[in-house]
């Protein structure tokens, strides 16, 4: 059984960082690729990037590139997400998945998703 559990959220003023964990059991990660997403009130669940596992290469939305950081740690079987320079637009429950294949930004080809962590940016 999958279970992925997300650390890490929390309050932050705008211009902060917080670094997120998501710990994942029931599944080697070094063969799957890894995402983010987030869900803000009344809104969809986005996409915010994923590490893929044959390559490594990381993927992020436009809206946080430059900002977030992607990494993981397949001996911790972990996966991170760095947030700097956040801003109240980020405010949102982050949630890490495990890819199954296909187009990497569409939840739907997602699995095991984790209960989320809240990340609150105020201004």
């Known amino acids: 059984q999958v279970q992925l559990v997300e650390s890490g959220g929390g309050l932050v003023q705008a211009g902060g960082s917080l670094r997120l964990s998501c710990a994942a059991s029931?599944?080697?990660?070094?063969?799957?690729?890894m995402g983010w997403f987030r869900q803000a009130p009344g809104k969809e669940r986005e996409f915010v990037a994923v590490t893929t596992w044959r390559t490594g290469d990381t993927y992020y939305t436009d809206s946080v590139k430059g900002r977030f950081t992607i990494s993981r740690d397949n001996a911790k079987n972990s996966v991170y997400l760095q947030l700097n320079s956040l801003e109240p637009e980020d405010t949102a429950v982050y949630y890490c998945a495990v890819h199954r294949g296909e187009t990497y930004y569409n939840s739907r080809n997602y699995d095991s998703w984790g209960q989320g962590t809240q990340v609150t940016v105020s201004s």
């Open positions: 029931g599944v080697r990660i070094s063969r799957r690729g």
